[in-house]
């Protein structure tokens, strides 16, 4: 079946620091793979998308390659700010094979960032 | 624009009491969804609409009960809910039943007491 497997958190990072959340995942065919962002108190927000092998997906300094060999789609970002502290969902949509396209989320990594 | 937007924001009602969240979005979208997350949890999908037709329900009690008025519209009408109802709810629209992407909005704290 399909499955999205996240790094458990807390990330806890000083400000200026190296990201990297680590996603993987379980589908058949070419899933579409996505980053949300949650603040906290809000709403799931759509960070970055990729769609196919090599593909990157980049926003608000955030990246991720969909690597196919790897099944994985980690998310990195060069330096961190306070303003990132949120909790991150790894997300895929299978290939659509009729019906309504599913969202399958990982459990979610909470990114703590300090001064 | 990539907007949903979620009335109220937060709500609070005892177990007698009838309320109802609102969902809009007026970006065209044909496929919208009700989601509820508990804390600490990724979103669970409740509710699948299609062309303002339910195609889904992931066996969610009958005190939840969805409408779509409109192709803009979600509603999600609540009845005798229990304490381990509270939550957050959160809607979410896409282009149409085979897109990929999903835009959520704000969603709505509600807590039963």
């Known amino acids: 079946g399909n499955s999205v497997t996240q790094m458990e958190g807390p990330v806890t990072l000083s400000e200026e620091a190296f990201l990297t959340i680590n996603c993987t995942y379980t589908?058949?065919?070419?899933?579409?793979l996505f980053w949300y962002v949650q603040y906290p108190g809000e709403g799931l927000q759509l960070l970055l998308k990729?769609?196919?092998?090599?593909d990157k997906g980049s926003n608000k300094g955030f990246e991720a390659t969909y690597r196919k060999e790897t099944t994985s789609f980690h998310l990195e970002k060069g330096s961190v700010q306070v303003s990132d502290s949120a909790v991150y969902f790894c997300?895929?949509?299978?290939?659509?094979?009729?019906?309504?396209?599913?969202?399958?989320f990982g459990a979610g990594t909470r990114l703590a960032v300090h001064p | 624009d990539t907007e949903v937007t979620q009335t109220p924001k937060h709500l609070v009602m005892g177990m007698t009491n009838k309320k109802s969240l609102k969902c809009e979005q007026h970006?065209?979208?044909?496929?919208m969804y009700w989601y509820k997350q508990k804390a600490k949890k990724p979103p669970e999908l409740m509710f699948v609409?299609?062309?303002?037709?339910?195609?889904i329900n992931e066996s969610v009690p009958s005190r939840f009960s969805p409408e779509c008025p409109n192709s803009s519209l979600l509603n999600l009408h609540l009845h005798a809910l229990q304490p381990e109802d509270s939550a957050l709810y959160l809607c979410?629209?896409?282009?149409?039943?085979?897109?990929?992407?999903?835009?959520f909005g704000p969603g709505t704290r509600l807590t039963v007491l």
């Open positions: 970006m065209g979208h044909r496929a």
């Open positions: 990729a769609t196919k092998a090599d």
């Open positions: 609409y299609s062309y303002e037709k339910l195609s």
């Open positions: 589908a058949t065919g070419y899933p579409s």
């Open positions: 997300a895929l949509s299978p290939t659509w094979s009729g019906g309504y396209n599913k969202l399958i």
């Open positions: 979410a629209s896409s282009q149409d039943p085979s897109s990929d992407t999903q835009y």
